[in-house]
């Protein structure tokens, strides 16, 4: 089945200035940000991507910019990999919403957090949207390129870490236990019964282990897609 690469984009000013950027306008990726921009292109290069799939905000497309330069696949951007809609948090220090009564919710019963204002949205409802985006967009594909295609999608750090509980079949109140870092891969591989996480918050190394593994001479025995490997197997070469 397909393999999805989860991208959170490089560091931004935003992070940088201690500030939860939501949705606000105008954050883009600070030096170092653009220097892990360049650098997580250079792990993927090996790598054929079948699709790549962007929030829409800046930061994130100014992260794929170097990862499709040399490829004529320009990103499709799908709202439901933005970021949270934190509400009237937006824009605020990170500093002065520790203080807040809705973080302690946050951080321990997160599926029951809903961020304040007009355009204030639930954890809960973020997970929902990307996970059936990241649903929606892993059936097309498999129908399109087929079970070993690999496809990339760049989001931010809570809606990552929102896809990975699912994969991992964790509650979403579990989610803060998952770091994912800028610029970090995370790795899910999708089959029929269940997800494989593959990796998380990588930040270096190589990412050729996501090339289709050569083909058999028609051994009839191997191990289904959608079953693990008892003992752990050989891993990825």
């Given at each position: ?58 930061r ?20 439901r ?5 934190y ?28 961020f ?10 973020t ?27 760049c ?29 970090s ?6 089959s ?32 289904d ?13």
């Amino acid at each position: 089945m397909p393999t999805l690469v989860l991208l959170r984009h490089g560091r931004s000013t935003a992070n940088t200035s201690g500030v939860l950027a939501g949705w606000s306008p105008g954050v883009d990726l600070d030096d170092h940000g653009r220097k892990q921009a360049s650098a997580v292109a250079e792990r993927l290069r090996p790598v054929p991507l079948a699709a790549i799939v962007t929030s829409p905000l800046d930061r994130c497309q100014q992260t794929l910019a170097p990862v499709w330069a040399d490829r004529d696949l320009p990103p499709v951007v799908d709202e439901r990999f933005g970021e949270c809609r934190y509400g009237d948090w937006t824009g605020r220090k990170i500093n002065d919403l520790v203080k807040e009564p809705l973080w302690k919710v946050v951080q321990q019963h997160p599926s029951a957090a809903v961020f304040p204002g007009p355009e204030g949205e639930g954890l809960a409802a973020t997970q929902a949207r990307a996970v059936a985006a990241v649903r929606e967009w892993d059936a097309r594909v498999l129908e399109s390129h087929g079970k070993d295609a690999v496809w990339l999608a760049c989001s931010h750090g809570d809606v990552i870490k929102a896809i990975l509980a699912d994969a991992y079949g964790m509650h979403l109140d579990l989610f803060q236990r998952i770091v994912v870092d800028p610029c970090s891969v995370s790795i899910v591989r999708y089959s029929e019964t269940r997800p494989f996480v593959v990796r998380v918050n990588d930040i270096g190394g190589d990412l050729t282990g996501l090339l289709p593994p050569p083909k058999s001479a028609g051994n009839k025995d191997e191990v289904d897609a959608s079953d693990a490997v008892v003992g752990g197997g050989a891993g990825t070469v």
